[in-house]
């Protein structure tokens, strides 16, 4: 986890400028949340795979399925465009939910965490298609954005996660808090 940790701030050192960008208003390339992206949003920046991050994204940390109106977009799109799930937290309960309700949806799970690319060089293998046509939807900086940057991806950054502070607190202020850094240090 050390080695994870200096990797991602090594590395944000050397993508700052790329990293500084989303966290300003006007980056074309970040969403309030996952329900702002359309089929016509993805044609736009030529994007033919998508790749979600779970907690913050799909749901709230801890949680086990989808947000139900994440749930809604879900049906909506999974038909439409290649799907996958790239987390760090790959729990098993996740993935049945996902193989029952979604199987056509591949789980990555790669060796090294985001922001290793790992993961998503492993997409771009599976799909054979250029890696400037996958996406990768995340929320945080420091993970999943930069590991598009290494991927030579595109990244698509969510600035109000799932949360729910009532149900676990000390999990999602902890989160909270490396988001707000995160945005802080690339101001």
Same mark, same amino acid.
């Given at each position: 986890?050390?080695? /994870?940790? @200096?990797?991602?701030?090594?590395? !944000?050192?050397?993508?700052?400028? !790329?990293?500084? @960008?989303?966290?300003?208003?006007?980056? &074309?390339?970040?969403?309030?949340?996952?329900?702002?992206?359309?089929? !016509?949003?993805?044609q736009?920046r030529?994007?033919? =795979?998508? *790749?979600?991050?779970?907690?913050?994204?799909? !749901?709230?940390?801890?949680?086990? $399925? +989808?947000?139900?109106?994440?749930?809604?977009?879900?049906?909506?799109?999974?038909?439409?465009?290649?799907?996958? *799930?790239l987390?760090?937290? +790959? @729990?098993?309960? /996740? #993935?049945?939910?996902?193989?029952?309700?979604?199987?056509?949806?591949?789980?990555?799970?790669?060796?090294?965490? $985001? +922001?290793?690319?790992?993961?998503?060089?492993?997409?771009? #293998?599976?799909?054979? $298609?250029?890696?400037?046509?996958?996406?990768?939807?995340?929320? &945080?900086? @420091?993970?999943?954005?930069?590991? =598009?940057?290494l991927?030579?991806?595109?990244g698509?950054?969510?600035?109000?996660?799932?949360?729910?502070?009532? $149900? &676990? +607190?000390?999990?999602?202020?902890?989160?909270?808090?490396? &988001?707000?850094?995160?945005?802080? *240090?690339?101001?």
């Amino acid at each position: 986890m050390i080695m /994870r940790f @200096l990797y991602a701030i090594h590395m !944000a050192y050397h993508y700052r400028q !790329a990293l500084r @960008l989303y966290t300003q208003a006007a980056c &074309r390339d970040r969403v309030t949340n996952l329900t702002e992206i359309t089929l !016509a949003w993805l044609q736009q920046r030529g994007i033919e =795979t998508l *790749v979600l991050d779970f907690d913050g994204v799909l !749901a709230e940390h801890g949680a086990t $399925k +989808p947000l139900p109106e994440i749930e809604t977009w879900l049906n909506h799109i999974y038909a439409v465009i290649p799907l996958y *799930v790239l987390s760090n937290k +790959p @729990l098993p309960a /996740r #993935k049945l939910y996902f193989q029952t309700r979604y199987p056509n949806l591949t789980w990555v799970a790669a060796p090294r965490k $985001k +922001p290793y690319p790992d993961g998503l060089i492993q997409i771009t #293998k599976l799909t054979s $298609k250029p890696s400037n046509t996958i996406a990768l939807v995340d929320d &945080r900086l @420091l993970t999943g954005i930069l590991a =598009t940057k290494l991927a030579n991806t595109q990244g698509i950054y969510v600035t109000h996660p799932c949360a729910n502070f009532k $149900k &676990r +607190p000390l999990t999602e202020s902890f989160f909270a808090m490396l &988001r707000f850094l995160e945005r802080w *240090v690339f101001v």
